[in-house]
């Protein structure tokens, strides 16, 4: 069981957490304007790196988005960021 | 086709006894009002009418008081009564949960080592938001006026679920 | 074999009786059935795995693989006990595993006269022909160890626990003791561990005193002193793994037939303190009963009392041996010293042993004590992902570079002497070693069998065979002889077989390499890994506020999308049928508080959905209700429900009942990730809102009767709006949709309000000979009209325009979720599945749910779809489906074959919608 | 009796019927009747499963990954189209991978044609493969059965049966009572969580021991001329004018025509090294396995409920298998909350197994794509080929994959059943998803 950091409720048990996809990745838009190629290049993708990682979970009792950025070998949370852009 | 009538058995009354055990009692908590705020964390205090919400492990105090439930949102319990609705000066959404939420209390001595057979919670752990997950099903898990009391609230078609759970571990 | 008096931890005024092989014993309570076993000179305790040797015990705890039983008491059985570790109750029944009849005589053991034609691996090499498994039901009956009975364990309930500290010490030995105490008494919160039922470790068996007290003492001094700063002792407890970030799950032994409980602990520090066991001497002869591990027979005298053997040789490559010889001899035993370093040795006798030789000197003797040096217990290192290194001195692996917050003392860190490792334990400086050793490998040129692997019979020859073969890796070797996987997971094995391999190739043994440890430490029950989660718990049912009412209208209640809700009301499956045809005939009264109440409220909330929907939800005005889909980014349809306009700022998605959670997490996603997330909010308010529906032509009049103060005229109340009235002083909102195609109003009141309104509506109902059904006359109902349930009418790659809703995909022009996958070629594609009705030959029977329709080309049957709901229509008379059907819409009067399990039939293709095409029912 | 059996086997085993492959007078070829004549002669004629040769400068196909795809793919290409120049480059130990580490699953009741082609090609090479290779992977064709709980179940069980046998498998729907037959340790209660109703069937489907068909597959490949060299890791790819040329690894530069990479677990590692992304992530997938007991479940059990499966080893040992960790990684270790998923649903499908004991537990690195099945073809680099994404099916599939994986490099074009693999798919968006169709996907 591994213990994820939540920015919000601080570090919980592995269990309340689900990976949401890789950070970074922007929908493309206008999305009608996308090529078929560019399209599935959004949909489908992964970096999938074998070490640090930058990724996207949700917390989901208290239902945050953040980004985690972890070692996808030894484990290791390498550090968390808010998704949002301000601070309430 | 099957008729699951004996498999699950019929739920309890609403005027349930508590269950009674060595240094744990659990009672069924009736609320008279529960509201849903979300928007800013100061604007949704202002509207409730309460100084602080308490998250884990603080313990709320009195007959009206406020759980955090995340970053931007709270519960307000016996709180002002307030429309449903996007409150426009305040930012605030709002939604009546007072049936939605069904809460019991779990007291006494061993209650906080029941609640920890099924999570990680620990008073040295602080939490921003009560929200839990115990055995898999999400609850609102605080303390209430003492240090060994705590209320429990789970979306109400889940308390049969949790009261069975609760008073299997509180008679063990 | 005898007790020795005055030594032991055992209670000898609480004698016990237990049976081993139906033959009747009696021990004392502290005993291990083995040690109770051998206290009564029954040294055969098992058969080994392939060749069915007789085996005796090696070890006196968890590294002995060789005494393994199936155990009865108080009815309740458990197979594959091992009997080092169990510790003796009254009454047991004890049996050898894999032997017949028992393990003193068993009649497979002639198969080790046959034991050349089955070297390692040879099943790789034969039992081709004509194919494995007509030879399997034989083999699979002659491997195997214990029988399982196949009951339910019923009261056999693992509790499981949680708990974090700053320092959890696993191992009670004399390192663990001493850093216990010094944790706890710097005020760290300390938990300590360890599987026996009394702390010590190796102290009693290492004999004389400790800090001058008598080992007995000096560990109920430290007990004491750990458990008064505070810290937290757990006796009968094995720590079984250590998981990512320091999670420990210890798992606490309880009475005979009684699951063990599982703690998970989150602890800042680790120390491990293991301790470490004897590796076995790889000799000619080694396996046979009496040749015992050297700290196995000292745990034997010191715990139990029992001495192993009146005439002993020690058989030792280490200084060890020395003060296990003053020890034995101290307790009445013959000893001799033999240097294990010089071989080549070899035992004799069969069951039982008379003597040791070497060259041509032949030493009588009954008991051999070996020791090939002590091997550190680093498993748990391992789990963590720490790495080993080789220290030659000792000629054993040794913790290195540590995983986060571990440490390793004591023997499991190679420090074999007492005082060395208290100082470790305690961070001082540390005194030298006086532990020393030869070193040993075993004689590839020695007479006579050799085993590695004890209870699965790997000999020497069995590794230079896989040499031979170039199985040569660690990991090969291990699984072409099965070396190491046995019960007791290589334990006793893995540093005899490293060295094995080792000497083949002329290597040392860290060339060679060393295998993964995998958790558990121990085997444990799979209940240890349940707990809570079992029966009605294993994934609990959402409850209706309305059930009691329910049931004492008669419901049968049954398992819809997690929900546990009425299938019908009244006798029996028939009444679906008159419920049915009385929606049709008067109304419905339906418990539809399952449908989605999810609130999308704040200033961008229109915006926000229209994103979200595939069609625009931002025309629609308040008052209003629009029906709409929500896709996938891959365009497929998730859900489809329907969208109530509340205010400016305020919508309510009501989407399928078994969609709720997925539903809030997707618009929770996309409001945090990508949205201003203070401009919308997401509330499921769907516990919140009981609802009430009544559906069908007498609909209006039942609502009529419940006073709730709205216009309910056609003209004023149309079809897709909704109000907002009250009942009974609550505030009551009514939606004017149908899944049924007949007039429906879904009336959502307050939990507290709910039971009255059911109340009410039934007494309204029933002189109008209207009343309560269930969600299977409703699904027959909506599948008349046509109505569509996702992931029963639709599969994972269905989009809207499959199912006749083409205008967003062709003139929306905002963005929307899923939008460009509409128009990939797999969307453009004239062959897809679009859902269409069909229509079976007057007199024929329903389709069943499941048939395909195939065409036939060039002989050959192929699938173009198949038929996702169906039903006989009590309102039609006739049977009526649905279907995807690949171009279907295109296939309108069609006649098609139907396929099912081999039988074909015949049905035609039609429009969806077989009831009230034109809509009159459903606005009126 | 007992040994009435051993003369038996050995008796039928020496038959007259099995046709070497090679003409050898060495004991390179397995029998009852060479393991026989071994015996009498202490084992010591028995050759060496495979060379351990060292890489030559440069081979027609270099293939990444000596897990049972690779080693197939490697057999293959030797056997059937003729290329013998082959090098099969391992890192670590062949067969190390999810080859080693997976349930052993072997089943083709899949819902899509295609991959009915697939699978159900592979079964059919399975059928046949102890004796092709000479080499005895136990195919225990015991038969699968996927658990039907409710009635909506059941329907689903129809279409899906419905298109097996459309599509010629043999599956077909058994009773409760059938169930019951085969698999009594099974949880007939009336008021379990997940009563059952009867199964989908398929009786072709089985398990085989999964080291034998890495190892069978080595030392045929061997024995045709191919190269297998273990210890060696590949640390990227050498590329001349965009073209791939060959590898660069821990024992050197090693050219070649064509480089294949059949690497599960790392598919995205590798596809780095050449440049270019994958619609693939990484997950553990754990299994378990009990202490060995006396034969108590004859056939594999699947609860799409519980998310569990189960058989029992030859050995005797219950394995069992679910889902994925939900955690992407490339940790080889899994972690509990799966275990107790897995763990509580095996005892849902089975309480009488409570107090049976777990013995270790592993996990390996599953690559898994957007719709569940494999991605073949050729990449953005030429000169460069990927057999990859098998997610959790790597295993069952290896005779296909890699007969299919070896077409692909001697011809640079698509067998038949490869080519609804190709990684286009994603750009068209005809996805091959059985998402749907099977409980969960092996």
């Known amino acids: 069981m591994q213990r994820f950091p939540c920015p919000f409720c601080g570090p919980r048990d592995e269990r309340e957490f689900h990976f949401a996809g890789e950070a970074g990745k922007i929908r493309p838009t206008p999305s009608a304007a996308q090529s078929d190629t560019d399209w599935a290049t959004y949909l489908y993708e992964a970096q999938n790196p074998r070490g640090p990682s930058r990724e996207i979970w949700v917390h989901t009792p208290c239902q945050e988005y953040f980004i985690m950025t972890r070692d996808t070998v030894s484990m290791e949370v390498l550090g968390t960021e808010q998704l949002r852009k301000e601070t309430l | 086709m099957r008729n699951d009538n004996a498999k699950w058995a019929a739920p309890l009354e609403q005027n349930r006894a508590d269950v009674v055990g060595k240094n744990a009692r659990l009672s069924l908590q009736p609320l008279s009002r529960q509201t849903m705020l979300s928007g800013p964390a100061a604007q949704c205090l202002a509207l409730a009418d309460q100084p602080s919400a308490s998250g884990w492990p603080d313990i709320a105090r009195g007959e009206s008081y406020a759980i955090r439930l995340r970053r931007d949102r709270i519960l307000a319990v016996n709180g002002p009564a307030l429309t449903d609705g996007w409150h426009e000066r305040s930012g605030v959404a709002v939604s009546d949960m007072t049936g939605g939420y069904a809460a019991c209390t779990l007291s006494g001595p061993r209650a906080l080592d029941i609640l920890k057979t099924g999570t990680a919670l620990e008073l040295a752990l602080p939490s921003g938001s009560a929200m839990q997950r115990f055995h898999r099903q999400e609850v609102i898990i605080y303390r209430w006026q003492a240090e060994d009391t705590f209320r429990i609230h789970t979306q109400r078609g889940q308390l049969e679920s949790l009261w069975g759970l609760l008073a299997a571990l509180v008679v063990k | 074999m005898k007790r020795v008096e005055g030594l032991g931890l055992i209670d000898r005024r609480t004698p016990l009786n237990f049976s081993f092989d139906g033959k009747p014993y009696q021990g004392f309570a502290g005993d291990t059935l083995a040690s109770a076993l051998l206290a009564n000179g029954q040294r055969i305790m098992g058969r080994s795995f392939k060749y069915h040797r007789p085996r005796s015990v090696w070890g006196a705890w968890f590294d002995d693989p060789n005494a393994i039983f199936d155990i009865e008491l108080n009815g309740f059985h458990e197979p594959n006990c091992p009997a080092a570790t169990t510790y003796l109750e009254e009454g047991m029944q004890a049996r050898a595993v894999n032997a017949t009849p028992n393990a003193h005589s068993d009649i497979k053991g002639l198969l080790d006269k046959f034991n050349r034609f089955m070297p390692a691996g040879f099943y790789y090499k034969t039992f081709m022909w004509p194919n494995w498994h007509l030879f399997e039901g034989f083999i699979r009956n002659m491997a195997g160890l214990g029988r399982v009975e196949n009951v339910a364990k019923s009261g056999y309930i693992s509790e499981q626990h949680h708990a974090t500290c700053d320092v959890l010490v696993i191992g009670g030995g004399a390192a663990g003791l001493a850093a216990a105490r010094v944790a706890a008494e710097s005020g760290r919160s300390v938990i300590l561990a360890d599987d026996h039922r009394e702390f010590g470790g190796g102290l009693f068996r290492q004999g004389g005193l400790v800090e001058g007290q008598t080992p007995v003492d000096w560990v109920t001094e430290q007990l004491s002193a750990v458990t008064a700063a505070g810290g937290l002792v757990m006796p009968l407890t094995t720590a079984i793994g250590v998981y990512d970030h320091n999670l420990v799950g210890l798992v606490e032994a309880h009475a005979f037939g009684q699951a063990p409980s599982l703690h998970r602990i989150r602890a800042e520090q680790i120390i491990m303190a293991t301790g470490a066991i004897d590796r076995p001497v790889t000799f000619a002869n080694n396996d046979r009963p009496g040749i015992i591990a050297v700290d196995g027979a000292l745990e034997f005298l010191a715990r139990y009392g029992v001495l192993v053997g009146k005439n002993i040789a020690i058989l030792s490559n280490n200084s060890l041996a020395t003060p296990a010889a003053e020890i034995l001899r101290t307790a009445g035993a013959k000893v001799r010293l033999l240097d294990a370093s010089t071989g080549p040795f070899t035992a004799h006798g069969g069951k039982s042993l008379n003597a040791i030789s070497q060259g041509t000197e032949r030493i009588p003797c009954d008991t051999i004590l070996a020791s090939g040096g002590l091997v550190p217990l680093v498993h748990l290192w391992r789990h963590a992902g720490g790495k080993l290194s080789w220290r030659a001195d000792i000629a054993a692996f040794v913790p290195a570079k540590g995983p986060v917050g571990m440490q390793a003392i004591g023997a499991a860190n190679g420090t074999f002497d007492l005082d060395v490792s208290l100082s470790e334990a305690r961070g001082e400086n540390l005194p030298k070693s006086t532990y020393t050793l030869r070193p040993i490998q075993p004689d590839l040129t020695a007479k006579g069998r050799q085993w590695i692997d004890f209870q699965h019979d790997v000999t020497l020859k069995d590794i230079e065979l896989a040499a031979r073969e170039n199985y040569t890796s660690v990991e090969h070797l291990k699984r072409y002889t099965t070396l190491g996987m046995a019960s007791d997971q290589g334990k006793t094995s893995n540093m005899a077989g490293l060295a094995a391999m080792a000497t083949l190739q002329g290597k040392s043994i860290p060339e060679t390499g060393t295998t993964t440890f995998r958790p558990p430490f121990v085997p444990v029950p799979f209940e240890v890994y349940r707990g809570a989660r079992r029966g009605q718990y294993f994934n609990p049912l959402k409850r209706l506020v309305l059930e009691p009412e329910l049931r004492a209208a008669g419901a049968a209640m049954a398992e819809y999308g997690g929900s546990l809700r009425p299938a019908w009301f009244g006798s029996g499956p028939h009444e679906i049928t008159r419920e049915a045809i009385m929606a049709r005939r008067a109304a419905a009264i339906f418990d539809a508080s399952t449908l989605g109440k999810i609130e999308v409220i704040g200033p961008d909330a229109a915006a926000f959905l229209n994103f979200i929907y595939y069609n625009t939800m931002a025309t629609l005005k308040p008052g209003f209700i629009r029906y709409g889909f929500m896709l996938t980014e891959r365009g497929a349809v998730y859900d489809d429900g329907v969208v109530a306009r509340m205010g400016e700022n305020r919508f309510i998605i009501s989407c399928s009942s078994s969609h709720v959670d997925g539903v809030v997490a997707r618009l929770e996603a996309w409001r945090q990730d990508g949205n201003n997330p203070d401009r919308v909010f997401i509330h499921d308010t769907t516990p919140n809102w009981p609802t009430v529906t009544v559906t069908g032509p007498k609909a209006r009049e039942i609502l009529e009767s419940l006073d709730l103060q709205i216009d309910l005229a056609p003209e004023a109340f149309k079809h897709m709006t909704w109000r907002e009235g009250r009942f009974e002083g609550a505030v009551a909102r009514v939606s004017r949709v149908s899944f049924s195609g007949d007039t429906s109003f879904e009336i959502s009141v307050p939990v507290a309000t709910a039971t009255a309104l059911w109340q009410a509506a039934l007494a309204a109902g029933k002189p109008l000979g209207a009343g309560p059904a269930g969600v299977e006359a409703l699904s027959i109902l909506r599948a008349e009209k046509g109505y569509l349930i996702i992931g029963k009418d639709t599969d994972g790659d269905t989009m809207p325009h499959d199912l006749g809703f083409s205008i967003p995909r062709q003139k929306k022009t905002a963005d929307f979720v899923g939008d460009r996958s509409l128009h990939t070629e797999n969307a453009n594609r004239a062959d897809r599945k679009q859902l269409v009705g069909l229509m079976a030959p007057p007199g024929a029977a329903a389709l069943p749910t499941g048939a395909h329709l195939v065409e036939v080309t060039l002989g050959k049957r192929r699938s173009i779809g198949y038929v996702t709901s169906s039903y006989h229509s009590p309102t039609l008379g006739h049977p009526i489906a649905l279907a995807l059907i690949e171009g279907g819409a295109a296939r309108m009067g069609e006649d098609l074959t139907v396929w099912h399990m081999g039988k074909q039939s015949a049905a035609q293709v039609t429009s969806p919608c077989f009831y009230d095409p034109e809509g009159a029912a459903l606005h009126a | ?442």
């Not at chain 4, 409760?176 to 109703?197: C, G, M, S, T, W």
């Not at chain 4, 821990?250 to 590692?269: K, M, P, Y």
């Not at chain 4, 596809?271 to 060995?292: C, N």
Request: hydrophobic share 40%.
């Open chain 4, 1 to 442: 009796m007992l040994l009435g059996s051993v003369v038996y086997i050995t008796y039928l085993d020496a038959s007259p019927l099995i046709v070497p492959h090679w003409q050898d007078h060495m004991t390179n070829k397995y029998s009852a009747f060479s393991l026989f004549r071994e015996s009498l002669r202490g084992h010591k004629g028995w050759q060496p499963a495979w060379r351990s040769p060292k890489p030559q400068a440069e081979y027609d196909v270099v293939i990444i990954g000596g897990g049972g795809q690779g080693l197939a793919t490697a057999y293959y290409l030797a056997k059937n189209n003729g290329i013998k120049r082959v090098a099969v480059l391992e890192k670590g130990w062949l067969g190390g991978g999810n080859t080693g580490r997976n349930t052993t699953t072997i089943r083709s009741n899949y819902f899509h044609p295609e991959s009915v082609a697939l699978y159900e090609f592979s079964l059919n090479l399975y059928e046949n493969l102890s004796r092709e290779l000479n080499y005895n992977v136990m195919f225990s064709q015991r038969g699968l059965m996927t658990l039907i709980h409710s009635e909506p179940d059941l329907e689903m069980a129809n279409r899906t049966v419905n298109a097996m046998q459309l599509n010629g498998i043999d599956a077909t729907i058994i009773s409760r009572a059938e169930v019951q037959k085969r698999a009594p340790v099974l949880n007939f209660r009336d008021d379990a969580r997940y009563p059952i109703h009867g199964a989908v069937w398929q009786g072709r489907a089985g398990t085989a021991r999964h080291d034998a068909v890495a190892w069978g597959y080595a030392r045929a490949a061997d024995r045709l001329g191919v190269d297998i060299i273990q210890n060696c890791e590949v640390t990227g790819l050498l590329t001349e004018g965009g073209i791939c040329k060959g590898v660069e690894t821990n024992q050197g530069t090693i050219r070649a025509a064509r480089v294949g990479s059949a690497v599960a677990g790392n598919s995205s590692v590798v596809a780095d090294m050449a440049g270019y992304k994958l619609p693939i992530q990484s997950y553990a997938l754990q299994a378990f396995v009990s202490e060995p007991l006396k034969p108590i479940m004859n056939t594999v059990a699947l609860s799409p409920a519980t998310g569990t499966y189960f058989c029992q080893s030859d050995k005797g040992g219950v394995v069992i298998g679910g889902a994925l960790d939900r955690v992407p990684s490339y940790g080889q270790r899994g972690n509990l909350p799966m275990q107790e998923d897995v763990l509580s649903g095996l005892l849902e499908m089975a309480p009488a197994l409570a107090n049976v004991k777990l013995l270790r537990h592993w996990a390996g690195i599953v690559d898994v794509t957007p719709d569940s099945s494999p991605v073949i073809g050729p990449t953005p680099l030429p000169g460069f080929f990927l057999n990859g994404g098998w997610g959790t099916g790597g295993f069952k599939a290896i005779p296909a994959g890699g007969t299919i994986f070896a077409h692909l490099l001697a011809t640079g074009t698509h067998h038949e059943i490869s080519q609804p693999f190709d990684p286009s798919r994603f750009t068209s968006g005809r996805l091959v998803d059985e998402g749907a169709a099977s409980g969960i996907a092996h």
